[in-house]
């Protein structure tokens, strides 16, 4: 999406650490071959009612997260979790798509 992909599968550390894109860090064991496709912040969120916000209550079926103002991703799972402008960093196996935020991984799609 923005030119930061990087190829998963070549690291061989158990943990993904990304401080100077995104304070992301997670076990990687599960996602070897996976691509980062985008990296960012959250700067809000859309629900299926149309309440708008500018922070970050989790995920919740197809709430919209906003990413850097002008991009989008929608949960397809529940978790809640809150933060104000948290990191994501966006994982794609070429058919799904995860959210790393705020340590956690969250179900996606476009």
């Not at 076990?27 to 009612?49: A, F, L, R």
């Not at 949960?75 to 956690?104: M, Q, R, T």
Request: negative net charge; aromatic residues 12%.
């Amino acid at each position: 999406m923005n030119g930061k992909s990087f190829v998963l599968g070549a690291m061989l550390s158990a943990t993904l650490a990304v401080p100077a894109v995104a304070g992301c860090e997670v076990d990687i064991s599960d996602y070897v071959g996976w691509q980062i496709i985008y990296s960012g912040t959250v700067t809000g969120y859309v629900d299926e009612n149309g309440k708008k916000e500018d922070s970050f209550e989790g995920c919740e079926y197809g709430r919209i997260l906003i990413v850097d103002y002008t991009k989008k991703v929608t949960c397809a799972e529940y978790n809640y979790s809150y933060a104000y402008h948290p990191d994501i960093v966006v994982l794609s196996n070429g058919s799904n798509l995860k959210a790393c935020i705020d340590n956690e991984i969250y179900d996606v799609r476009r």
